[in-house]
Nanobody, 124 residues
Framework: QVQLVESGGGLVQAGGSLRLSCAAS????????MGWFRQAPGKEREFVAT????????DYADSVKGRFTISRDNAKNTVYLQMNSLKPEDTAVYYC?????????????????WGKGTLVTVSS
């Protein structure tokens, strides 16, 4: 089992920045790709970004490309999401996720491990 705990959410004005963190614990000896999803009120959960365990290959949803950056510190078992130029439509609960199958993040969203989420609110 892998436990994921997000932090860093909050209230920010449009145009501002936030950095989310996700700390993994438990069975972290197995390598996992990690990523972020979000769910806005009344909407389905959507893919945001993902990063490979080795090599650092990243992938982003078109809606955040150029504004968000995903990174990881394998020594700390932590993944980050730097969010710049935030817009009101970025308001959502952001979930950290981990899975051994990289393609699952963008294609199906059926990843194995999930955090409980952290709320990001962007005011206009």
């Amino acid at each position: 089992q892998v436990q994921l705990v997000e932090s860093g959410g909050g209230l920010v004005q449009a145009g501002g920045s936030l950095r989310l963190s996700c700390a993994a614990s438990g069975r972290t000896s197995i390598t996992y790709h990690m990523g972020w999803f979000r769910q806005a009120p009344g909407k389905e959960r959507e893919f945001v970004a993902t990063i490979k365990w080795i090599g650092g290959t990243t992938d982003y949803a078109d809606s955040v490309k150029g504004r968000f950056t995903i990174s990881r510190d394998n020594a700390k078992n932590t993944v980050y999401l730097q969010m710049n130029s935030l817009k009101p439509e970025d308001t959502a609960v952001y979930y950290c996720a981990a899975d051994s199958n990289y393609s699952q993040f963008r294609t199906t969203g059926l990843v194995r491990y999930w955090g409980k989420g952290t709320l990001v609110t962007v005011s206009s």
